[in-house]
């Protein structure tokens, strides 16, 4: 019978500032033209159908119908982003790591192998970088392997 693996719980949502802020302020960008969109169309409806009327009337209006409804999509603002927030984990937090080890082994140090987390987006990456990083862990030990037996045969010639 096999195993599951235990479920490692994410620490930080926010790992990646640039990627993930620029999500986050997508989707704030997105509500506020959606919103602004819906405010003109209804205004000009209104101008259009209704009876004649003093302008700012309309707004005064407008706001008692259908404010319960801006107030109600200005609270799920922040659920929106917080959960977009979230789901981009899924891709940055891969790519923070996978950056990460490859500063690490350009720096010449040990890097263990990658794994990322099951609902992780691009697992595929970490297994093509385990690959790379096995191909030069063996170039590396081939390489020591070379030089020990070089120097075994520079100190029998003496």
């Not at 923070?96 to 500063?103: D, E, H």
């Not at 191909?135 to 037996?149: F, P, T």
Request: charged share 25%.
């Amino acid at each position: 019978m096999a195993t599951t693996p235990k479920r490692i719980a994410r620490r930080q949502q926010f790992v990646d500032r640039q990627v993930q802020g620029a999500i986050a302020l997508r989707c704030i960008g997105y509500w506020f033209f959606c919103l602004l969109t819906v405010v003109f169309m209804l205004l000009i409806w209104r101008i259009f159908t209704g009876p004649a009327r003093l302008f700012y009337t309309h707004f005064d209006e407008m706001w008692f119908q259908y404010g319960p409804a801006l107030v109600a999509s200005l609270l799920l603002l922040p659920i929106i982003v917080v959960d977009s927030v979230r789901v981009s984990n899924r891709f940055a937090g891969p790519i923070v790591r996978l950056r990460r080890a490859m500063k690490q082994l350009a720096a010449g140090e040990k890097v263990q192998p990658l794994t990322f987390r099951e609902d992780d987006y691009w697992r595929d990456l970490a297994e093509n970088f385990n690959a790379v990083l096995k191909q030069i862990e063996l170039r590396q030990r081939s390489a020591e392997s070379a030089a020990s037996d070089q120097e075994e045969l520079v100190g029998a010639g003496r």
